[in-house]
């Protein structure tokens, strides 16, 4: 988040030849965004969706702010003394950045310890050392865009992106100024910041549509934003009565404020191409009421007014321990929260916050000498830095939830990571020039696109292609090879979004050429229906066997368990584990079964054999695997096959006749 939480009275902040006189509606603007901030990651439910769902804004408004304030210090500065002093303006960086995010990651070390599994143990590990680097937004896309990535409300140093962004704008900003003042004046800063504004945020725009999910942890698509506060905080020391009076004054803080809140209250940020234009409305409405407040309006009075002021000296430190607090809490809940521990969150947040605003940020930001502060943060992250190379160089593996589970799963594997890497080995052990996994879901392997699998026996020659669910068909298969005797099986990815690319690959390879037989089995997401028949319009004429794959069953039984784990630790072992069978139909996504009719219907208006993966899994109108009859879970998620699983399916595949000439003559 922003540097400007950390500026609580920013505005009086400056040293002894540069100060600003301070404004406590800023307080409260920046109240309002960690409040939207807030509430946007509480996920409250509401109306089929979630409270405030465009309260991420909340980060784009103290992006404005952060640049408005630290530009007005460092003109001030200059103007007051004529130069700008780097060194000054990074020590006083650190005095407010670094003790209150030591202290919250002190505090989440030992929470870490005991909610953590070793796989995201390790991934908090690492999230540690980049939020010290502040390089945890590029450590964070690259994390969640892995396949399979566990869900970003899950990872409690997570909202650490937002510092990473601005410290890396701050890395290049000041000495900008320092060049621009030296060789230019003010209205050369104007200039270049103008152009730096609009070259970012056409920027932004761009990558926001070519690549969404990196465009939001890009630096340069949040440049634009800062550089927007640092134009206004240009243009409010040169012409601050500008447009100031009259009705424009007296309409624009209600307006602004409006749009403001109509955005965090009706944009979802999936639905729409953010950082870029469409965030242009909250950064206007921002720098307008930066602008336009004045003391006598009543809009000013109520930003001005104590709790918000209070919250907002806060925002810092609310922000700080809000996410690790909720990511925590939503990892020790079985299920989906209640509203009440929801409020336990909050209150939680507040009593952290206030306490260490009081006894850490204040103090160490206003009182600490030098070489005290010094000290006592090294000290801060010695416990910090080692306890993360303990856990990346696998030192420290067995955490308290594991052992605290260990009796409950018995033989079953409790970290679903390692049973999702695990689901990857047989295709592994066929690529010895390549490490094969989750990444697979999303390309082909090398392996896919060049090598001949099949013999020259003379057996059936099945071709699998899909995502990560023709994986589990494979594994099916594979782990029953003698239950199928007549048949050999390849493989060939092709993921959702690179369909057309996909089969101009898939028809290049010699697997293709050799196969006789195009299975397509995929989870069938919106692009992927879409494409089937397109699909099946390129593969039909070759001439080749076309089968489809109805969907597999798919359960969830909220929250961020698989809704095996949500079962066994729901019932703490007072229920036989068998009993998830006969429940797990009531928990079965409702989309399985109408999706599979759709499917169903597909094949048959294309003329092509279907299979049902879901009849694998759910036999009965009354029953749905995820336990094997040995105890084991069959599911790793909500709805990809363990390795046991893929076993007893393809078993139940092969009672069902699949690939054999009596089932192919009767379909």
Same mark, same amino acid.
């Given at each position: 988040?922003?540097?400007?939480?950390?500026?609580?009275?920013?505005?009086?902040?400056?040293?002894?030849?540069?100060?600003?006189?301070?404004?406590?509606?800023?307080?409260?603007?920046?109240?309002?965004?960690?409040?939207?901030?807030?509430?946007?990651?509480?996920?409250?439910?509401?109306?089929?969706?979630?409270?405030?769902?465009?309260?991420?804004?909340?980060?784009?408004?103290?992006?404005?702010?952060?640049?408005?304030?630290?530009?007005?210090?460092?003109?001030?500065?200059?103007?007051?003394?004529?130069?700008?002093?780097?060194?000054?303006?990074?020590?006083?960086?650190?005095?407010?950045?670094?003790?209150?995010?030591?202290?919250?990651?002190?505090?989440?070390?030992?929470?870490?310890?005991?909610?953590?599994?070793?796989?995201?143990?390790?991934?908090?590990?690492?999230?540690?050392?980049?939020? @010290?680097?502040?390089?945890?937004?590029?450590?964070?896309?690259?994390?969640?865009?892995?396949?399979?990535?566990?869900?970003?409300?899950?990872?409690?140093?997570?909202?650490?992106?937002?510092?990473?962004?601005?410290?890396?704008?701050?890395?290049?900003?000041?000495?900008?100024?320092?060049?621009?003042?030296?060789?230019?004046?003010?209205?050369?800063?104007?200039?270049?910041?103008?152009?730096?504004?609009?070259?970012?945020?056409?920027?932004?725009?761009?990558?926001?549509?070519?690549?969404?999910?990196?465009?939001?942890?890009?630096?340069?698509?949040?440049?634009?934003?800062?550089?927007?506060?640092?134009?206004?905080?240009?243009?409010?020391?040169?012409?601050?009565?500008?447009?100031?009076?009259?009705?424009?004054?007296?309409?624009?803080?209600?307006?602004?404020?409006?749009?403001?809140?109509?955005?965090?209250?009706?944009?979802?940020?999936?639905?729409?191409?953010?950082?870029?234009?469409?965030?242009?409305?909250?950064?206007?409405?921002?720098?307008?009421? @930066?602008?336009? @407040?004045?003391?006598?309006?009543?809009?000013?009075?109520?930003?001005?007014?104590?709790?918000?002021?209070?919250?907002?000296?806060?925002?810092?430190?609310?922000?700080?321990?809000?996410?690790?607090?909720?990511?925590?809490?939503?990892?020790?809940?079985?299920?989906?929260?209640?509203?009440?521990?929801?409020?336990?969150?909050?209150?939680?947040?507040?009593?952290?916050?206030?306490?260490?605003?009081?006894?850490?940020?204040?103090?160490?930001?206003?009182?600490?000498?030098?070489?005290?502060?010094?000290?006592?943060?090294?000290?801060?992250?010695?416990?910090?830095?080692?306890?993360?190379?303990?856990?990346?160089?696998?030192?420290?593996?067995?955490?308290?939830?594991?052992?605290?589970?260990?009796?409950?799963?018995?033989?079953?594997?409790?970290?679903?990571?390692?049973?999702?890497?695990?689901?990857?080995?047989?295709?592994?052990?066929?690529?010895?020039?390549?490490?094969?996994?989750?990444?697979?879901?999303?390309?082909?392997?090398?392996?896919?696109?060049?090598?001949?699998?099949?013999?020259?026996?003379?057996?059936?020659?099945?071709?699998?292609?899909?995502?990560?669910?023709?994986?589990?068909?494979?594994?099916?298969?594979?782990?029953?090879?003698?239950?199928?005797?007549?048949?050999?099986?390849?493989?060939?990815?092709?993921?959702?979004?690179?369909?057309?690319?996909?089969?101009?690959?898939?028809?290049?390879?010699?697997?293709?050429?050799?196969?006789?037989?195009?299975?397509?089995?995929?989870?069938?997401?919106?692009?992927?229906?879409?494409?089937?028949?397109?699909?099946?319009?390129?593969?039909?004429?070759?001439?080749?066997?076309?089968?489809?794959?109805?969907?597999?069953?798919?359960?969830?039984?909220?929250?961020?368990?698989?809704?095996?784990?949500?079962?066994?630790?729901?019932?703490?072992?007072?229920?036989?584990?068998?009993?998830?069978?006969?429940?797990?139909?009531?928990?079965?996504?409702?989309?399985?079964?109408?999706?599979?009719?759709?499917?169903?219907?597909?094949?048959?208006?294309?003329?092509?054999?279907?299979?049902?993966?879901?009849?694998?899994?759910?036999?009965?109108?009354?029953?749905?695997? @995820?336990?094997?009859?040995?105890?084991?879970?069959?599911?790793?998620?909500?709805?990809?096959?363990?390795?046991?699983?893929?076993?007893?399916?393809?078993?139940?595949?092969?009672?069902?006749?699949?690939?054999?000439?009596?089932?192919?003559?009767?379909?």
């Amino acid at each position: 988040m922003p540097k400007i939480f950390l500026l609580a009275s920013v505005c009086t902040m400056a040293s002894q030849h540069h100060s600003l006189a301070y404004r406590p509606e800023i307080d409260g603007l920046r109240a309002i965004a960690v409040l939207s901030v807030i509430v946007y990651h509480l996920k409250i439910p509401i109306g089929g969706g979630s409270l405030l769902p465009g309260g991420f804004l909340g980060v784009d408004l103290f992006f404005v702010l952060s640049g408005f304030l630290i530009t007005q210090i460092l003109i001030r500065e200059f103007e007051s003394t004529g130069r700008i002093s780097i060194a000054d303006f990074y020590w006083r960086r650190a005095k407010r950045i670094l003790p209150p995010l030591l202290l919250v990651m002190l505090a989440s070390l030992p929470a870490a310890w005991m909610i953590l599994l070793p796989s995201e143990l390790d991934r908090f590990a690492l999230s540690l050392l980049s939020a @010290l680097g502040f390089v945890s937004n590029f450590f964070w896309f690259f994390e969640l865009s892995e396949y399979g990535a566990q869900s970003g409300l899950l990872q409690p140093f997570l909202h650490t992106w937002s510092l990473a962004i601005e410290e890396q704008f701050y890395l290049i900003f000041p000495p900008l100024l320092i060049i621009l003042f030296k060789f230019g004046t003010v209205r050369t800063v104007f200039w270049v910041v103008s152009v730096g504004l609009v070259l970012s945020l056409v920027a932004a725009e761009g990558l926001t549509r070519f690549h969404p999910a990196f465009s939001f942890y890009a630096p340069t698509s949040r440049a634009w934003e800062m550089l927007a506060g640092a134009l206004l905080a240009i243009l409010r020391l040169k012409r601050p009565e500008a447009l100031i009076g009259g009705v424009i004054e007296r309409v624009a803080p209600p307006l602004a404020f409006m749009v403001f809140g109509v955005s965090i209250a009706t944009l979802h940020l999936s639905k729409i191409s953010h950082p870029g234009f469409v965030t242009l409305p909250v950064v206007i409405a921002t720098c307008a009421l @930066l602008w336009f @407040l004045t003391p006598h309006q009543p809009l000013t009075r109520l930003l001005s007014s104590k709790p918000m002021v209070e919250i907002g000296k806060l925002s810092y430190s609310l922000y700080l321990w809000h996410f690790p607090i909720f990511a925590f809490g939503r990892l020790s809940t079985v299920g989906s929260p209640t509203l009440s521990e929801m409020g336990i969150w909050v209150a939680a947040t507040y009593g952290a916050s206030y306490l260490g605003y009081r006894f850490i940020e204040r103090p160490f930001r206003f009182s600490m000498p030098p070489m005290r502060f010094a000290t006592i943060c090294g000290a801060a992250l010695l416990p910090i830095i080692g306890g993360a190379a303990l856990v990346t160089s696998g030192t420290l593996q067995q955490t308290s939830k594991m052992q605290s589970l260990a009796e409950l799963y018995g033989e079953n594997e409790i970290d679903n990571k390692m049973l999702a890497q695990a689901s990857w080995s047989l295709l592994d052990a066929l690529s010895p020039d390549e490490d094969i996994g989750s990444w697979n879901a999303l390309r082909p392997s090398q392996h896919e696109l060049n090598d001949l699998w099949f013999s020259d026996a003379p057996t059936r020659k099945v071709l699998l292609i899909g995502d990560s669910h023709s994986k589990d068909v494979y594994n099916a298969l594979t782990l029953n090879a003698d239950l199928f005797p007549d048949i050999e099986v390849a493989r060939f990815n092709i993921h959702r979004k690179s369909v057309p690319e996909g089969l101009e690959q898939l028809r290049n390879t010699p697997n293709f050429s050799k196969s006789d037989t195009i299975v397509i089995a995929s989870r069938y997401y919106r692009e992927y229906a879409t494409s089937l028949e397109r699909m099946l319009s390129t593969l039909v004429p070759t001439g080749k066997k076309i089968i489809i794959l109805g969907p597999s069953a798919e359960f969830e039984a909220g929250g961020s368990q698989p809704l095996f784990d949500w079962f066994i630790q729901k019932s703490t072992g007072s229920s036989p584990i068998h009993t998830l069978n006969r429940i797990a139909p009531k928990y079965e996504r409702p989309s399985s079964k109408s999706l599979e009719e759709r499917i169903r219907l597909v094949s048959k208006n294309a003329n092509v054999q279907f299979l049902s993966r879901r009849d694998l899994i759910c036999p009965t109108l009354k029953e749905c695997t @995820l336990v094997t009859p040995k105890g084991l879970k069959t599911m790793y998620d909500d709805t990809h096959w363990t390795l046991q699983g893929a076993q007893l399916f393809g078993q139940r595949a092969a009672e069902a006749g699949w690939f054999s000439e009596r089932l192919a003559i009767r379909d």
